[in-house]
């Protein structure tokens, strides 16, 4: 059974960390794919659309999206943004309560990264998608959306989905 995991909110430590990169052996344990169950159903629980494993204070080069077909895992990921950053994206964080911020993305990123059962994955996401990941992938270099918002604003409610 999946449990939710505490989220980890600014300013904790784990959030300004470069994330380790996880041994590739370490994928196929049950440690490891219960704790991919559980980072899942937290997405899940706190109604986001994406979360890195350091906002569950783990800092492991692990991020889940989820996408039109369901909850993925991507481990040790690259994302490239692909062209210029001409996209104002506005942002939340789960681990940044009640704040909203411009960040200027680029439109198409290209993802890297092992599936949950340590097989290659490579393709290119546009759109909203290119931005959850890029939101994701600072997450594992310790960056947050208000460290690249041209501006942010306080906001107690929105209707736009958490990364
Ligand atoms: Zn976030």
């Known amino acids: ?4 995991l505490p989220l980890v909110k600014i300013p904790a430590m784990s959030l300004r960390e470069r994330s380790i990169e996880v041994d590739q052996t370490h994928i196929g344990t049950s440690e490891f794919q219960s704790f991919l169950d559980d980072l899942i159903e937290t ?3 706190e ?3 994406g979360i890195a494993s350091p906002q569950v ?3 492991i080069r692990v991020f ?3 996408e039109k077909f369901g909850p993925k895992a991507y481990i040790n990921p690259e994302v ?3 062209g210029e950053p001409i996209i104002e994206s506005e942002e939340g964080c789960l681990s940044v309560p009640g704040v909203w911020g411009i960040v200027m993305r680029t439109k198409k990123a290209k993802v890297k990264a092992l599936d949950r059962h340590g097989r290659r994955v490579e393709f290119e996401v546009k759109g909203f998608m290119a931005i959850v990941f890029q939101h994701e992938f600072d997450h594992l270099n310790g960056v947050l959306f208000i460290d690249k918002a041209i501006r942010t604003e306080q ?3 929105h209707t736009k989905q958490l990364v």
């Open 57 to 59: 204070g783990k800092n």
């Open 1 to 4: 059974m999946s449990k939710s």
């Open 43 to 45: 997405m899940i629980v």
């Open 64 to 66: 889940i999206v989820n």
């Open 155 to 157: 906001a107690n409610q």
């Open 47 to 49: 109604d986001g659309i």
């Open 80 to 82: 490239t943004p692909i």
